[in-house]
């Protein structure tokens, strides 16, 4: 079955960094679109950035030139490289991918921006 397990959310400072990753199973993972979402308190979810099946990527403009997408085929790995964190940042994150007409979800990984 498809499995997406996120990990590496954690507690940092404003301007920090952090690298999330996206273990995937359960499906061809190289022909399938990956993305990260992300849901701050009390607010909707919503798309940080996605990488396609060519590499190419996407982002949300709060994130865009602070955040990094990638993903590795031969490990069915997505990572989000995210430097000078703020505290509006503070979300949980979940990587998210469609297969046979249905969106999968991860658990989730805590990452809170904050002195």
């Known amino acids: 079955q498809v499995q997406l397990v996120e990990s590496g959310g954690d507690l940092v400072q404003p301007g920090g960094s952090l690298r999330l990753s996206c273990a995937a199973s359960?499906?061809?993972?190289?022909?399938?679109?990956i993305s990260w979402y992300r849901q701050g308190p009390g607010k909707k979810r919503e798309v940080v950035a996605s990488?396609?099946?060519?590499?190419?990527?996407n982002y949300a403009d709060s994130v865009r030139g602070r955040f990094i997408i990638s993903r590795d085929n031969a490990k069915s790995r997505v990572s989000l490289e995210m430097k000078y964190l703020k505290p509006e940042d503070t979300a949980i994150y979940y990587c998210?991918?469609?297969?046979?007409?249905?969106?999968?979800w991860g658990q989730g990984t805590q990452v809170t921006v904050s002195t």
């Open positions: 998210s991918t469609y297969h046979n007409g249905r969106e999968y």
């Open positions: 359960g499906f061809a993972f190289s022909n399938h679109v």
């Open positions: 990488v396609g099946t060519g590499y190419n990527t």
